[in-house]
């Protein structure tokens, strides 16, 4: 399968585009083009097409609009020190599109031809990566039933497209969030959808994220779906715990049970901490050991992390069972140490010991 260039005849002139980049938020501007692939039962992937930016024409009963059969994925392209241009483990997002699409039946897309689309966009998009550190071009794969038909049953027809929004740093990095632990709602369960990366897990959890906002919190903390005992997520972030200080601290984050979502930054991170020397460890954390670790100040920083926001610390918890402020509330040095790190690599500052990042350009 080949990706097959159709360029837009009007892009956006220089100095509006350089406007845009000079305060690009997130999600507010688009750039010049897409990329669309199809797929059908019988005749599997057709190439796919970059072509102009620009709405979709769908049928009213196309089944993506009724039960909510989709997937998608999140990467980032970053500026490289000689003006260059990386993308950071994205076989890691084409292999957990590929599972997320089996978990949802819809079709599985090669490695090589996910890859290909994104090298396509960002190569002919290449002005809409913004320059400074910390900022970069957010790349949104998405996946979607595109069959025409109400009977519930996996679409026979699906339609893969590629868009990219350029991106500031998303939360500020002087900042702690404020979270809400939620003990009314829960984002998955044992054999549900947790794992896969699809929209339907972000439609159940809104009314959270505004129960969250209401008691004055940024975010919500999933815990299991069973107990109501087990940490699992902050909003679309996996999370750390940090105990004790200095380079005898030990990183701690909730084991994969099946029910989060394997974060590529997650995974970065576990690497990442035990180069610079800290001890790592995968495993169940309670609402109790958090909270418990908070207070004796074993636990000394707490931070979420994933792509778009790269690195969050986390200052207070607020839950049924009370609140607690970790450390002074503000983020913590190793919260710090780690998020400088993981932007360095990203942007070509720092040695890239692992070869997370593929060049583009
Ligand atoms: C995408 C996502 C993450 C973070 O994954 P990254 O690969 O690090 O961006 C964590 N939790 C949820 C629910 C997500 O959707």
Redesign the pocket.
């Known amino acids: 399968m080949k990706v097959l260039i159709n360029p837009n005849s009007n892009p956006t002139q220089a100095s509006t585009r350089d406007q845009y980049l000079s305060a690009p938020g997130f999600g507010k501007y688009y750039t010049d083009h897409m990329v669309v692939a199809k797929w059908n039962e019988k005749t599997g992937w057709s190439d796919a097409t970059l072509q102009p930016y620009g709405p979709l024409s769908l049928d009213p009963a196309t089944m993506v609009f009724h039960y909510g059969q989709e997937i998608f994925?999140?990467?980032k392209a970053y500026i490289q020190p000689d003006g260059g241009i990386s993308l950071f483990r994205p076989e890691?997002?084409a292999k957990?599109f590929a599972r997320s699409a089996a978990r949802m039946a819809l079709p599985e897309m090669p490695v090589d031809f996910f890859l290909a689309t994104i090298e396509a966009l960002v190569k002919q998009d290449k002005d809409w990566v913004p320059k400074k550190v910390g900022e970069s071009l957010y790349i949104r794969p998405f996946l979607i039933a595109t069959e025409v038909g109400l009977g519930v049953r996996p679409s026979n027809e699906a339609t893969y497209l590629l868009i990219a929004t350029p991106a500031a740093a998303y939360f500020n990095a002087a900042n702690a969030v404020t979270v809400w632990i939620s003990t009314e709602y829960v984002?998955a369960a044992q054999g549900g959808t947790?794992e896969a990366?699809c929209g339907g897990?972000?439609a159940a959890?809104l009314v959270a994220q505004q129960q969250a906002a209401k008691q004055g919190c940024d975010q919500v903390v999933w815990l299991d779906a069973k107990e109501r005992f087990w940490v699992e997520?902050?909003?679309?972030?996996?999370l750390y715990f940090v105990k004790g200080t200095g380079k005898s601290a030990k990183i701690i984050t909730p084991k994969l049970t099946g029910t989060?979502?394997?974060?590529?930054?997650?995974?970065?991170i576990l690497t990442l901490a035990s180069d610079l020397g800290y001890s790592v460890e995968e495993k169940m954390i309670s609402i109790d050991d958090w909270k418990n670790g908070v207070q004796s100040g074993e636990i000394s920083e707490t931070f979420a992390?994933?792509?778009?926001a790269v690195v969050s610390a986390i200052g207070a918890a607020k839950s049924n069972a009370g609140t607690w402020v970790t450390g002074d509330g503000k983020p913590g040095p190793i919260t710090n140490e780690i998020r400088q790190q993981l932007l360095g690599i990203q942007h070509g500052q720092i040695a890239d010991k692992h070869g997370w990042n593929k060049r583009v350009i």
Do not use: H, V, W
């Open positions: 994925e999140g990467m890691a997002n957990r984002r947790g990366k897990n972000y959890s997520e902050m909003g679309g972030m996996n989060l979502l394997p974060g590529i930054t997650r995974d970065s992390c994933g792509t778009a």
